[in-house]
């Protein structure tokens, strides 16, 4: 349906066409519903450790700080990206510097200890994410329409936030989040981390990783193939 509006939009690329607003929103009900698709299935966690397992984890100290680290530093790694896209005439590196990267790496690691500011980040996380897509949506609208406006002040025109990389890059930003993040859930998941006890992962607690990687292919495969066709 998407690539028929696109024809007929292509028809009338010079004058106002119905089927410029339609092509322009079906660009958002993708976004959408991976972002709908995440909250319902990738937000909260229902584990179901067994408490008579005799088989803990090794080394957790390593593993919490490890998975905390990376997560963090992948938020961190998000924003920046996001804001190099959207403000290009803000050079990050001045105001970003190394004392503020550790700064917001100690606030994200303590949110990210907490269940509630937990939940609260994953949902800004896929803000962001649609905040991306909608930018990248709409300019390459205009650019369908010839228009041009100011977009190369504003939006950087570096290749690699092109509309094709850049869909690529913003849905693999999302994968690699929410792997960590459910990695993360685990770890933190009931009492563990008071009782400094985690149990060995059962083989039910690999179905949401394969989960998250059968639907973040899934959707990676599809952006490929759009790609292809725009």
């Known amino acids: 349906m998407q690539d028929q509006w696109l024809n007929l939009l292509l028809l009338n690329e010079f004058e106002f066409s119905y089927y410029l607003i339609l092509y322009f929103l ?16 990738f937000l909260d966690y229902k584990l179901y450790p067994n408490k008579y397992q ?13 998975i905390l680290l990376i997560l963090s530093i992948l938020i ?4 920046i990206f996001s804001i190099n896209y959207i403000i290009p005439q803000i050079d990050i590196n001045i105001y970003f510097d190394i004392r503020l990267k550790i700064l917001c790496l100690l606030i994200i690691t303590i949110l990210l200890l907490i269940k509630r500011t937990k939940r609260m980040i994953k949902k800004l996380f896929l803000i962001n994410f649609f905040i991306i897509s909608f930018i990248n949506w709409s300019i390459y609208i205009l ?3 010839g228009i041009e406006i100011y977009i190369n002040k504003f939006i950087s025109d570096n290749s690699y936030y092109q509309f094709n990389n850049l869909n690529i890059l913003n849905i693999s930003y999302l994968f690699i989040f929410e792997i960590f993040y459910y990695l993360w ?4 998941y ?16 690999f179905i949401a990783i394969s989960k998250i990687t059968i639907f973040y292919l899934g959707v990676i495969i599809y952006y490929f193939i759009f790609n292809r066709i725009s």
């Not at 961190?76 to 924003?79: D, G, K, N, S, V």
């Not at 009782?195 to 083989?203: A, G, L, V």
């Open 185 to 188: 859930s685990f770890l933190t």
């Open 54 to 66: 005799s088989k803990k984890l090794k080394f957790i100290g390593f593993n919490i700080i490890f």
């Open 26 to 41: 079906s660009g958002f009900l993708f976004p959408i519903y991976v972002i709908n698709y995440s909250l319902v299935n």
């Open 143 to 145: 650019n369908l329409q």
């Open 190 to 205: 009931d009492n563990n981390l008071s009782d400094w006890s985690i149990n060995y992962p059962n083989r039910s607690d």
């Open 76 to 79: 961190i790694r998000y924003l």
